[in-house]
Nanobody, 127 residues
Framework: QVQLVESGGGLVQAGGSLTLSCAAS????????MGWFRQAPGKEREFVAR??????????FYADSVKGRFTISRDNAKNTGYLQMNSLKPEDTAVYYC??????????????????WGQGTQVTVSS
C-alpha cells in the first residue's frame, strides 16, 4: 500500500511560483511511476506531468500546457515527489493531485492508469 499526502498549494499572483510536495509512505514507492494531475471546477481531471525511474535514470513527460514552466522531480531517499511551478497563469488554478501507479504501465498518463492518489491541494492563481 502507498499513501500520498500533497502540500504546498496556495494563492499566488500570475507570473509567480509554487512548489508542491507529495510525501509517500510505502517502501515500494520509489519503483512506481509518479504523476501530477489537476482538476478545475466543472472540468475533468487532467494530466500535468509524470516521472518514471529506471536503472538508467529518470524520465519525465509533461502536458503541452505546462511544458517549459513546470518541473517534476522526486527524491526517493525522502520518499517525496515535487512539482515546481513557474510563470503561473490564472488557467493553472485547480486542485492538484499526486498519484502513483503500481499497475505496471511504463509511462502512465491517464487517471485510470494510476491506483494511488493523494487528497489534493488547491492552487489559485490570481490575475
Amino acid at each position: 500500500q502507498v499513501q500520498l499526502v500533497e502540500s504546498g498549494g496556495g494563492l499566488v499572483q500570475a507570473g509567480g511560483s509554487l512548489t508542491l510536495s507529495c510525501a509517500a509512505s510505502g517502501r515500494t514507492f520509489s519503483s512506481y511511476p509518479m504523476g501530477w494531475f489537476r482538476q478545475a471546477p466543472g472540468k475533468e481531471r487532467e494530466f500535468v506531468a509524470r516521472i518514471t525511474w529506471s536503472g538508467s535514470g529518470s524520465s519525465t513527460f509533461y502536458a503541452d500546457s505546462v511544458k517549459g514552466r513546470f518541473t517534476i522531480s522526486r527524491d526517493n531517499a525522502k520518499n517525496t515527489g515535487y512539482l515546481q511551478m513557474n510563470s503561473l497563469k490564472p488557467e493553472d488554478t485547480a486542485v492538484y493531485y499526486c498519484a502513483a501507479s503500481s499497475k505496471g504501465y511504463s509511462y502512465p498518463v491517464m487517471p485510470r492508469e494510476y491506483d494511488y492518489w493523494g487528497q489534493g491541494t488547491q492552487v489559485t492563481v490570481s490575475s
